[in-house]
């Protein structure tokens, strides 16, 4: 079993041949979530599996669960998977990645004729972009409990058809209730959509958790005033006391290793030549530990508390995702499958279906470099070595978990 | 003479009752240049001349001249006034406050029967604020020979409609070539537009010049990138860039006595999940000398020089204008009448048609404190005590000077 080959040809050409789907002039992929080319690419997979000796059943949220069976049938399975939908200007390797390295563990197990002890499980999460229909991750989400089915079927997208109607659309719906599987653990390939490990020449990144997040609106309010009639001490610039909230904010995210943004600012009434008065601007705080994204907090406030008496503040958090610790046995079978390669652990920036199966099954993920840190691009870029090496390292950890999972008693049996 | 007090409650009653030409429900005035309402101020101000024993000529653009005889009459006048048009949204006292002082002064002297040596010239230049037609200060340039007749008038405004057409519908155009007029001095009263004089409560500005002013538009690039997946040290991130030279000038200006104004900055694509690739701003960089201006130029140069390899900048110089120095003997004619006031010597940090006049004739300006520095806005608000003062010292400082510049002879002649 230590000398089981992924083919790395194969997987390449399956990625290759998957991004006709909805492959657009300049070398991305636009598969908005439960489209036409979402269906052909659907349709593509369920073959594949068949032909593998897959069971398949979907969700009637359109998840799918490609199954093959194991030595031990009643045990939960071990899955595996990623999503196949891409954002409207995406590229071949974001999601699909996952689901297609997954498959490739499949037919290497068929073609070796390794049986394991655990069934094995192909995922397709529905929806996990969250472009067409937000919120992202919904169908994982809903699968882990986190919404209701008729939560999800009631999104709708910018034209204004809901999810249920789309998934009618293209007959993507299955008839096994949302959640009735449970998973043995469940391992999610992805590319890293960072530059950490293209920077640190790595080629696995062993993914510990998913950052939590909390995102603010903030409106300050000083006094408009003449550009050329104010002097300097007698103004109150809105612009000059976000600017310094936002080199702050920097500041004490590098110092404590989270990430802070602000992606979005905007001066109310500009002109050239008038001190703004007010501008409304968003944080987006990011942080691996709870702790972490508390401190961030809290130094964001007191630096507003600290403005200038002639700038008034009204802070919102608008949104907040708590820290995702992935679990310690999954991440010691991926770090085993990983020892022969250049690897570290690290927290995903991104959010991943994976944080919410971790929230009812043991779940690890596996990151493999992209070319610049570049993702949801149509330049969104991968090598064929460090994608085989990631479905190489999805089946050995798969092989290790099995085994290190199973009683010895049941393995004998 | 010194005895000789202007009637300050003549004075305010005639702010208020040219406020009807184009006042609004708000208590502000909106009185566009070459409009039906600028049409009414300009009929009600040649008619008080009249009355007042003017006489009075406009020149083909509509600059008007109200000339009250000299004893020597071969000499050229002194020149005192400002401007009757507002911005869309002005008060009563921007611009029209230096008028109606001029008239002020002319009915104080009449009833007093005194005879100034120089004969004195009232005048209201046409298209001050630039709001309608821009450039601001356009028919004061046009006497100093900045701008060409032909210039001005193919100027249009936001409908089209140029300003040779407007300038004709009203009929408020004169036989009088364009700058046909010398002047001996120019006094030119505002209100400050700043703070400075009510936060120091004085009464006076003795306003020494204008300063220069300079005009960029900066493009920054650095690399758009997710919000999550992109450590603090990876970054190029473009806003971040901007806050560090928003702090930076403010930094320079405020040590080199300038002013330093970011009014627009706008992110490119902005998202609150995504480090800012590229941006662009404004700088409006002001000063009352050159080497203060240029100072704070190299300053930004240098600090834009000295951003982080990732950002790239693209600094544009759009506009500039070099600052005006005022006549040391008006400006000593302006003291001297404001003697007995609080006051102090200033720099205006707004244009103002005596920058223009000054190109031509001895110029100095007084300013008078307005509530909160607040102009072009409904709320401008200055009292009857400041707009008395003020009107007083044009009065003196026009009389103080009138026998200063004349040569003893001619004044015993």
Known sequence: MENLRIDGERLWANLMETARFGGTDDGGVRRLTLTAEDREVRAWLEARALAAGC??????????????????????????????????????????????????????????????????????????????????????????????????????????????????????????????????????????????????????????????MRWYDLDLTGRAAHAGSTPMDARADALLAASGLIRGASVIASRLGGYATVGELTIRDPSRN???????????????EDAGLEAM???????????????????????SSPPVHFDPGCLASVREAAKSLGHRDMVSGAGHDAAYVARRAPTAMIFVPCAGGLSHNPAESATPEDCAAGAQVLLDALLIHDRRITAPAEAAA
């Not at 809290?298 to 949104?319: F, N, V, Y």
Request: charged fraction near 20%.
């Open 274 to 288: 008038v001190v703004p008065g007010a501008l409304s601007m968003t944080f987006d705080l990011r942080h691996g």
């Open 55 to 212: 069971s398949v059943s979907r969700d009637r949220l359109g998840n799918m669960f490609l199954r093959r069976a194991g030595r031990r049938d009643d045990l939960a399975p071990i899955a595996m998977g990623s999503h196949l939908d891409t954002q409207p200007t995406g590229g071949k390797f974001d999601g699909i990645l996952g689901v297609l390295a997954g498959l490739e563990v499949i037919e290497t197990l068929n073609e070796a004729g390794i049986e394991t002890e655990h069934p094995i499980m192909l995922v397709n999460w529905t929806n996990e972009e969250g472009s067409r229909f937000a919120p992202a991750m919904l169908c994982s989400g809903a699968w882990a409990g986190v919404f209701t089915e008729d939560y999800v079927r009631a999104r709708t997208d910018a034209k204004g058809i809901s999810f249920g109607t789309a998934l009618d659309a293209v007959s993507a719906a299955g008839e096994a209730p949302v959640g009735a599987e449970d998973f043995a653990a469940m391992f999610e390939l992805h590319i890293e959509q960072g530059p950490v490990l293209e920077r640190e020449e790595l080629t696995i990144g062993v993914v510990t958790g998913v950052q939590g």
């Open 297 to 319: 907090e809290s130094d964001l406030k007191a630096q507003i508390a600290g403005l200038e008496p002639g700038i008034s503040a009204d802070l919102r958090q608008i949104w």
